[in-house]
């Protein structure tokens, strides 16, 4: 499949790209990007932000936006979609390798992120493929509308990438002992189980997807807050519902 990857200037694409928040999140007009702030991140002098639009057969299909921060070296990627029915077509990858050339010759070593710690196959992109690292967690870091998540509290995970177009994918190892909110090991490594997927998890149970949200919100913020841990890569079995974090003990920032 063919991908136009280029920024995004005009009122159209603007507008096309706040639709796109609505479909991927299910935001409501209080959740999605103001039109007037999306414009201003499009400046080119001064240069405002990085923003790419992935575009096929004229349709903006995904959409990634990193904006400056304050830390030397280091920016922050506020948004990163694709529409489900451009995913697993290569769109997402395309966006992400033209957005780390671009961030290179801007001098940007690292960029962060947030995520949601109970979405796996997230998880499993950023920390395993993508060479990310979780370095804090935040309970109900968003209080907006949004129907993706409806029923559990918006709570994220914060993100280190390496920004670099040459990312070795990781395999973490399942070897370490399980962390849960009644034991949690002082380990250099430890185990923390989160649903495989989420989303069905939700349709089928959603009082099960609730205990986890609670149990892992205990669990990782012990760790990543308190101690000083990382979540390094995802264990995947082969079989069975749930998946893994692997958390490590005094990795540097």
Request: hydrophobic share 40%.
């Amino acid at each position: 499949m063919e991908h136009d990857i280029r920024k995004i200037k005009t009122h159209g694409e603007l507008r096309e790209c706040i639709d796109l928040q609505r479909r991927i999140w299910g935001l409501d007009d209080h959740g999605t990007m103001s039109p007037v702030t999306l414009k201003a991140l499009t400046f080119d002098n001064p240069y405002m932000s990085v923003n790419l639009g992935a575009f096929v057969d004229g349709v903006l299909a995904g959409f990634m936006l990193v904006i400056p921060s304050f830390q030397t070296d280091m920016a922050y990627a506020h948004m990163f979609g694709v529409l489900p029915e451009y995913r697993n077509m290569g769109v997402g990858s395309a966006i992400y390798r033209e957005m780390m050339i671009q961030l290179t010759e801007r001098g940007i070593k690292s960029m962060a992120g947030t995520f949601d710690p109970l979405e796996c196959k997230n998880a499993h992109i950023y920390l395993n493929k993508m060479g990310a690292e979780a370095y804090g967690y935040v309970p109900e870091c968003y209080d907006v509308d949004c129907e993706m998540h409806r029923g559990l509290p918006l709570d994220r995970m914060l993100l280190s990438f390496p920004v670099t177009t040459e990312v070795p994918v990781k395999k973490p190892e399942a070897e370490a002992p399980l962390a849960t909110a009644e034991e949690m090991p002082a380990e250099d490594k430890v185990l923390v189980e989160i649903p495989r997927n989420l989303a069905e998890l939700k349709k089928a149970d959603l009082s099960t997807a609730a205990r986890f949200r609670m149990t892992t919100r205990e669990i990782l913020s012990e760790y990543l807050n308190n101690r000083g841990y990382r979540a390094t890569g995802v264990v995947l079995p082969e079989t069975g519902e749930t998946g893994r974090y692997l958390l490590e003990r005094g990795r540097a920032a």
